[in-house]
Each structure stands twice: as C-alpha cells, then as structure tokens.
C-alpha cells in the first residue's frame, strides 16, 4: 500500500511568517506565499536513442505479469507467496540470486520474509538497483489478485533482468531487487509498512552496499491502461530529471510527472540514509484510485503496452546513468 498526498500548496504555507519589530506599528503582513512545485519537465530536451539501445520484451514482461496472477492472492505467509518465491526462483537462477532473509514482527504476528537480488555485474565502480514489490496486502480477501499492485512491480524487474542476462555490461553493475512485506499487516503505519526494505537498507548500510548505489529506481503499479505516472516529491529531483529525460528520449513524456504527489514506498528507507532514489509509481488506478486495494485490481484494467513504456524508460535511464 501506498500513501499520497495531494494537498501540496496547503502544505507548504510553512510559519515563516515575517515578524513585527518592537516598538514598530504592527501592519497586516502579507501572507506568506507557498514554493511553487518545481516540477522537472522544464528545460528537458529529447535525445535521440542509439539503435540498439536495450529495449524490453513487452510480450514477455506481460506474460510474467499473468503468471503471476496466476498464483492467487500472495500475501506474506501464504500459499500463493510461497509459490511466487518458487517462481522468482526459478527465472533468477542463473544471475548471482541473492535470498536475503529476515525477521518480520507485525501486527498480525511474526513471519519471515525474503528479499531477492538478481547482480548483473558491470565494468563501472557502483551499482544500480531497480526493484519491485512481490507481496500483496494481507488483510484484503482472497478474491484480491493485485495483477498490478504487486503483478506489475514483480514482472517488469524480471523481465529487465532477461533483457541484461548475458550482456556484456561496460555500465554499473545493476541489481535486480525484488522486496518483500512492502505492504502492511493491518493498517499502513511508519512500523506497519516496508518491512524487506527497511530490514536491507540497514544491512546494505552497515556493509558499505549503500554508498555504492548510485540510484534505486522503484517500480510499483506500473500497469495501468491509463499510465500517469506520479512526480513524487519523495524521490531525488535530479534522478527524476534523469526518469524524465529518459522519458522524452522515447517519446513518452506525456505518461510522465504530469501529478505532482507525496508517496511512501519502498524507496524511502534508501532515502533516509542518502541512496539516490526514485519511485515511478501512477497512483490514480481507476477513476479515484477506486482500483487500488480492491478486487478490481485484475489484469484487464492493465496494458502490455504501459509495462512497455515504464520498461523502456526504466532501460534508458540506466543508460543515461552509464554516461554520467
Ligand atoms: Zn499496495
């Protein structure tokens, strides 16, 4: 689960107000004026794509994606999940899996979780993580498949990483990250959320991984029939340039950043100890966000075609990265 925010200008009319002198006449001041949001899509001009720039296998990626609908409901501790992990098992065998176990204590008692890490090795000092959440919520009924809130973020990762697999790779290394126990046990709360990331950005800060990573690129619910992509005020404005230029480089920046919002997402514990991160996230499903959470979440409200752009994108801003 995820929460936005929407009232942005409300918000930023901080208390900065401007203070009477002693002895002055006290006069009305002026209101203080709310920062304007400074969105990213100024100033960005479309490069042209090298041919043979690494381009995603749609057909694949959304074959994935009803794969894993297939398993049912996947909440943490349940059947479904455990035959997803048997899953992404299965198609990141051969890249240096990574099963990162943890303990998790949540409202509905204690579990174990597991993150995945797929490492496609690259010539250049540091890393890339592009990662997606593989649980869905545990509270919700059996009925919920979350073909996007959790189909989409498990499929895309992998099939980006068939599109690395066996290539050589002048670029950073990237890893492939998927994350578990992103959602919450009964309500979404600041310990009611986030459990498989905020468990590894400890552990990836206390053994150095952390300042390696030169940006953590989030995918979730990425499969929208109507892709509109969220400017999340969360995520490091200059790597969201990058998302954005990378955008416009393939000529879908009208999917992007056109809704400026605040959301709360697997990126955060990377923020909160200095990883670059960005979180590409459309977080109006439906009309209202009527979709999310519900048992509406099923694969005709997606598209091939939007895990295609976001796949794309996701491929170009590494690219974009290598150079800098
Ligand atoms: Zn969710």
Redesign the pocket.
């Known amino acids: 689960?995820?929460v936005a925010a929407l009232a942005l200008s409300a918000m930023l009319a901080g208390c900065n107000g401007s203070q009477t002198q002693p002895g002055s006449n006290p006069q009305p001041q002026p209101q203080p004026q709310a920062t304007p949001f400074q969105s990213v899509r100024d100033g960005v001009t479309p490069q042209p794509v090298p041919v043979g720039a690494l381009k995603i296998n749609a057909d694949k990626a959304w074959q994935y994606n009803k794969e894993v609908v297939g398993f049912g409901s996947r909440p943490v501790g349940s059947e479904g999940h455990a035959k997803l992990e048997a899953w992404i098992k299965s198609k990141l065998k051969n890249d240096n899996l990574e099963v990162d176990e943890f303990p998790i204590d949540s409202p509905a008692g204690k579990f174990t979780g597991r993150n995945y890490i797929a490492k496609f090795p690259g010539k250049k000092d540091g890393i890339i993580v592009i990662a997606g959440?593989y649980d869905?919520?545990y509270n919700l009924p059996k009925a919920f498949v979350?073909a996007n809130?959790?189909g989409s973020s498990t499929a895309l990762p992998i099939a980006i990483a068939d599109v690395l697999r066996g290539k050589p790779n002048d670029g950073y290394s990237v890893w492939i990250l998927l994350t578990d126990a992103?959602?919450a046990f009964q309500k979404w709360s600041a310990t009611d959320s986030l459990y498989g990331t905020k468990h590894l950005a400890e552990k990836w800060k206390q053994d150095g991984t952390a300042a390696k990573i030169k940006a953590f690129i989030l995918v979730?619910?990425i499969g929208d029939k109507d892709l509109d992509i969220d400017e999340d005020r969360n995520s490091t404005p200059w790597l969201r340039k990058v998302v954005y230029q990378a955008a416009s480089d393939l000529g879908e920046q009208s999917h992007f950043f056109v809704r400026p919002n605040e959301i709360e997402d697997d990126h955060l514990p990377f923020a909160r100890i200095g990883v670059p991160v960005v979180d590409i996230i459309d977080i109006d499903y439906g009309y209202n966000n009527v979709f999310?959470?519900s048992v509406e979440d099923t694969l005709d409200k997606e598209s091939e075609k939007s895990l295609e752009i976001v796949g794309n994108t996701v491929l170009e801003t590494v690219r974009l990265l290598n150079q800098q």
């Open positions: 689960m995820i959440h869905t919520v979350g809130d959790g992103e959602e979730d619910m999310h959470h």
